[in-house]
């Protein structure tokens, strides 16, 4: 029997759209997708043995089903084989030390409820329980004869007390006292109240009684500087802590010290303005190496490799000719050269120099791929010269790679995501340099594109802006802008004036001025990106955390261009920001010239409520409710501010997060989601 012409035409049809949708749905599914996320891993730390033979690394997941972030220890041989797991299980298991001798490391776990210091034989393959801590082990380390351990932790200080409990008759509930505070930094954003301070304490290594080798009201070392360092003869232990009466007013003005194990006396190497920190001891005990600069209230002041004698004598700098920041220092075996860690226009490096400043740089690409920042990535290197470190390109998230130092060419050695990337297209990524409009400086950027991107198309354009503001992004693999570029946008991020490693002249460009001209910086960035052709113009967005938060809300105070922003948990109003951040110091002291009260008219122009009339920008602000560093309530005076004004605006708040929203795997990938779905809703349909 046959059919009818029409009949047939229109079968034939819904057979092409069925094989079309299938086609089109085969392609989308090869895209990153929210439901991938937690399929990805990072490693970090990776500790090579001291023989250069064997790599322990630690693994990271988000496992769905508890919400929740872990971590195991994985062990690997430099030569790539014999890849597997030291530990298992829903637990956070990290910061891995291998002793002197190699045959034994100790790692810290939660793996009995609390965080806690365990031993683990590699010839017996078993872990053991050394400690019994109220509180997390830090910066775990071995003295150099293997026959102890040091840490620090954190140790109760004795509640104030102001009046007496109220009189109750006996057996009365009552409610928790009120919690008296007395210190400026009395809370930190991801640690919550501080209830005390750092103190350094040493263990026997088969496990024991911990001594106890500092007191007072004082860090050891302090917060942001967490390492601790042996002599090589295991008399002494180096640190950094700030011992000031003013320490909580002057921040970064921390010393140098040697704290004996015989009594716990505790002498000062060091006595200048500013920070020294960090410190770590030539293998011949006759030099420490330590960072540091001479404290001028900058808001970005360079930090420098220094080299003194053991007794804190001769002090010098061996960086000078550098002018990028240096971090994470190691001895070579010599005590004739330093291994440090730079950044260099957005990338990460591992470098060299002998003491008299001769730097060589060995490779980049440092990172451990959780966001497009390369200080995230760690190093370790060998007494032969062998070295590893965790690395990560653009269309490589995380893995684990290796190197000589007569042959450093990166060679990567794990796969922790391959079984993903082999199913999955990721963005591709192209390095943009342009002019700034305001004085003609060349600003570096990268254009981050959907997968199989077609130039003869026009897509939405992200801007997207880095926090800091002192930090800068570079090629780097980054979990939140491949969602966005994966949802079909072309995602721009780029490192305006005040961004890291491009020296310290460009980064101070806005010292006492932020925000400010940044704003050419990034406005020029997108003009730049449209000028290439296939940007729909009608289709512009902005967002950014933390400092790009700020910039965010500066760039719709300014310009009219975009169909919708989110800024993620910014400052908006300084004034209010000095008297309720975690970090408020670093404001009046560095950022500002003084007080609000003294500098009014200061704080007023730079404020983002000073533009917040000019907003036309539908504006979704998104925060943590327990973010200290740029607490809530910046982003609801911003909110109520632009709904007074009959502005478009919605607040997402997210319970129990800190800075950042990273805490709970589900929260992370929700502030994603919420940022695509709400520039998905204002899309220009012409």
């Known amino acids: 029997m046959s059919q009818k012409p029409g009949k047939f035409l229109l079968l034939a049809g819904l057979i092409f759209l069925a094989v079309t949708l299938s086609a089109l749905a085969q392609d989308l599914s090869k895209r990153f997708t929210a439901s991938d996320y937690f399929n990805f891993e990072y490693v970090s730390d990776p500790q090579i043995s001291p023989d250069g033979k064997k790599i322990i690394y630690v693994r990271n997941f988000a496992d769905a089903m508890s919400d929740k972030f872990y971590s195991n220890l994985w062990i690997i041989n430099f030569d790539g084989s014999g890849n597997r797991p030291l530990t298992s299980g829903l637990y956070h298991d990290g910061s891995p030390c291998w002793s002197p001798d190699g045959t034994q490391f100790i790692y810290v776990s939660d793996r009995d409820g609390k965080p806690q210091i365990y031993k683990y034989w590699l010839d017996l393959g078993q872990s053991a329980l050394l400690t019994n801590l109220l509180f997390p082990p830090m910066g775990i380390c071995w003295s150099p004869d293997g026959k102890q351990i040091a840490y620090s932790s954190l140790v109760l200080a004795a509640p104030r007390t102001i009046a007496p409990p109220p009189p109750l008759p006996p057996g009365a509930q009552t409610a928790p006292p009120a919690k008296i505070i007395d210190r ?273 198309k026009k897509y939405p354009l992200i801007l997207e802006i880095h926090g800091g503001p002192f930090a800068s992004y570079g090629d780097y693999f980054d979990i939140e802008k491949e969602l966005l570029a994966s949802s079909g946008y072309v995602v721009l991020y780029t490192n305006p004036r005040g961004s890291t490693s491009y020296g310290e002249e460009f980064a101070n460009l ?97 404020s983002l409520l000073s533009v917040v009339k000019n907003v036309k920008t539908p504006t979704m602000i998104i925060t943590g409710e327990q973010d200290f560093r740029c607490p809530m309530s910046e982003s609801e005076q911003y909110y109520m501010a632009l709904k007074l004004l009959g502005i478009e605006a919605v607040l997402v708040r997210f319970p129990d997060e800190s800075h950042g929203i990273m805490a709970r795997p589900s929260h992370h990938l929700s502030k994603m989601m919420h940022i695509i779905a709400w520039f998905d809703q204002h899309k220009s349909k012409k």
């Not at 609000?596 to 122009?605: A, I, Q, S, T, Y």
């Open 510 to 606: 806005i010292h006492h001025s932020y925000p400010g001209d940044d704003f050419y910086d990034l406005n020029c960035g997108v003009d730049a990106v449209i000028q290439k052709g296939y940007i729909d113009e009608n289709n512009l967005f902005v967002t950014g955390g933390s400092g790009g938060g700020v910039l965010t809300c500066w760039m719709i105070g300014r310009t009219n261009r975009f169909r919708a922003a989110a800024p993620l948990y910014p400052v908006i109003n300084w004034y209010s920001w000095v008297l309720t951040s975690d970090v408020s110091g670093v404001g009046v002291k560095y950022w500002f010239p003084g007080f609000p009260w003294d500098n009014v008219e200061h704080f007023e122009k730079r």
């Open 184 to 456: 400026i930094m009395y809370r930190f954003d991801g640690i919550g109240y501080i209830p005390g301070y750092l103190h350094i304490f040493v263990i026997p290594a088969e496990g024991g009684t911990p001594r106890q080798l500092t007191s007072g009201n004082f860090n050891h070392p302090d917060y942001y500087s967490r390492e601790i360092a042996w002599t090589p003869d295991g008399k002494f232990i180096i640190l950094s802590a700030n011992r000031r009466e003013n320490s909580e007013v002057e921040i970064l003005d921390n010393e140098v010290y040697e704290i004996s194990l015989t009594d716990g006396s505790i002498k000062a190497l060091t006595n200048r303005k500013g920070p020294d920190s960090s410190p770590v001891v030539s293998p011949d005990g006759k030099f420490i190496a330590y960072l540091g600069f001479d404290d001028r209230y900058q808001g970005h002041q360079t930090t420098q490799l220094y080299v003194m004698n053991r007794d804190g004598s001769g002090p010098r700098a061996v960086t000078k000719s550098l002018d990028r920041d240096v971090s994470r220092v190691n001895w070579a075996n010599d005590g004739k050269v330093l291994y440090f860690c730079y950044d260099e226009k957005g990338t990460s490096y591992i470098a060299y120099t002998t003491l008299d400043g001769k730097i060589k740089q060995l490779t980049g690409g440092i990172g451990d791929g959780r966001v497009a920042y390369g200080s995230g990535g760690s190093y370790s290197i060998a007494p032969g010269g062998n070295f590893a470190f965790s690395l990560t390109k653009p269309d490589h998230p995380s893995d684990i790679a290796v190197g000589t130092v007569l042959n450093p060419k990166a060679r990567i050695i794990t796969g922790v995501n391959d079984d993903i990337l082999a199913f999955k297209k990721l963005g591709g990524v192209e390095e943009i340099w342009y002019t700034s409009s305001v004085d003609g400086r060349k600003i570096q950027g990268w254009i981050l594109k959907p997968p199989d991107f077609d130039p003869t």
